[in-house]
């Protein structure tokens, strides 16, 4: 008898666990809190590196797929000073598929594609239970179902995560406003040149602003800056004009094309930036696991997603793999040590670079900019 394999989330990390598992012929339980598949907008983009996200993707069978529907011209990244000065103004070649973007709901339904979800299941608690008949897993309705591995990719605020770990996120000192503009190259066609066909970003002391091109000339704003947690501002996140004066004050003295940016964002997301202690282990509980944000939430550098990818296929092929009694049990603990090491690396290395992008010197981001950007 197959084992009853259950991953709570269907988010990057638990939908290409199931959508590989499926691949494989290995039959898995998507539980989704959402109780639906668009249900909340599903935010930005994110670009896929070869070797994480399309790998993950190529393990799926769904490359093809994904290079018919990424954008290699949202690879383009340009960096201005606060005065509007261009500092780099990078386009990627037309061959270039290191970095595509996708959208996030482009995503979701292409990973989606055959996946039986249960939507609207929201996991509360799951309780090993060594010896007995296996995980239980608790539902907010009072439900209970038992499974012989559950993966916990539930994000930032996992409840699976509870089972193995002490840990929570901690806040990481910067607080990020989002906001985005619709039809720009109709309705801001200055705001559309500025930004271009990927990204634009801006640094400046303790503050940041990134601004983003996803499909069908919708445009995502990112201000970030550092705030104290006792020093969070009090606004109503509804009350849009609220949150408008307060960013173009925190932002005053910056070039009036950046202020537009702010000046005609439609709704504004408060998303104070949390991360998980770095590197984040724990000792191993048989029928239990973690994958994506869930196991090592970190600063938004490009990497949370394609790391959480990369696990959910990895995990998937050792498991299809196994064989024999203590097969699955074994695979799961070889793809823990090797997450742990792997994600422990990027997590160290994100938060270092949290601090250079949105910190005193802006001329550090910069430097970190050129440090990582092709040349
Ligand atoms: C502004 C921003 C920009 C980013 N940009 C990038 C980028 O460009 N590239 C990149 O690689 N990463 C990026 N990231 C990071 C990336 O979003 C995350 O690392 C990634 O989404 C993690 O995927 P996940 O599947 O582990 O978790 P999530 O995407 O958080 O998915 C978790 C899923 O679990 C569900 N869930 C939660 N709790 C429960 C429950 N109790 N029961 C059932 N279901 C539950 C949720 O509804 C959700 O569907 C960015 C993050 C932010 C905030």
Not at 170 to 191: C, K, Q
Request: proline residues 9%; contains cysteine.
């Amino acid at each position: 008898m197959s084992p009853r394999i259950a991953v709570v989330g269907g988010g990057p990390a638990g939908l290409t666990f199931a959508r590989v598992m499926h691949r494989h012929g290995r039959p898995v339980t998507v539980l989704e809190r959402d109780p639906a598949p668009d249900a909340r907008p599903p935010g930005g983009t994110l670009d896929l590196h070869e070797g994480m996200g399309q790998l993950a993707l190529k393990k799926a069978g769904l490359l093809t797929e994904f290079a018919a529907l990424s954008r290699p011209e949202g690879q383009a990244m340009r960096v201005l000073d606060t005065d509007g000065t261009v500092l780099r103004d990078w386009r990627p070649r037309p061959d270039d598929r290191a970095n595509p973007e996708i959208d996030r709901g482009q995503l979701r339904d292409l990973l989606l594609g055959p996946l039986d979800v249960r939507w609207g299941r929201s996991v509360t608690e799951v309780v090993p239970d060594s010896g007995r008949d296996g995980v239980a897993v608790c539902f907010a309705d009072g439900r209970r179902e038992r499974f012989d591995l559950v993966v916990g990719a539930d994000g930032a605020w996992s409840r699976v995560r509870r089972a193995l770990s002490p840990a929570t996120p901690r806040y990481t000192g910067v607080t990020l406003v989002e906001t985005s503009l619709d039809d720009v190259d109709t309705r801001h066609p200055g705001l559309a040149r500025l930004v271009g066909d990927g990204s634009l970003a801006v640094y400046g002391v303790n503050r940041s602003l990134v601004a983003q091109r996803n499909s069908g000339g919708h445009v995502k704003v990112y201000a970030q800056a550092r705030v104290e947690p006792d020093r969070q501002p009090g606004l109503d996140p509804a009350d849009t004009e609220a949150v408008r004066a307060h960013l173009l004050a925190l932002f005053d003295g910056w070039a009036a094309p950046l202020l537009d940016l702010l000046r005609h964002g439609t709704a504004f997301a408060h998303r104070p930036l949390h991360a998980l202690p770095a590197p984040h282990t724990w000792p191993h509980v048989p029928g239990v696991t973690l994958l994506g944000d869930a196991a090592h939430l970190m600063p938004p550098l490009g990497v949370g997603a394609n790391l959480a990818m990369l696990e959910g296929a990895e995990l998937a092929e050792s498991l299809a793999a196994a064989s024999g009694p203590g097969g699955p049990d074994e695979a799961v603990r070889v793809f823990e040590e090797r997450m742990w090491e792997r994600a422990g690396r990027w997590a160290e290395m994100t938060l270092a670079g949290l601090d250079r992008l949105v910190g005193p010197d802006p001329a550090q981001a910069l430097a970190l900019w050129d440090e990582v950007q092709p040349s």
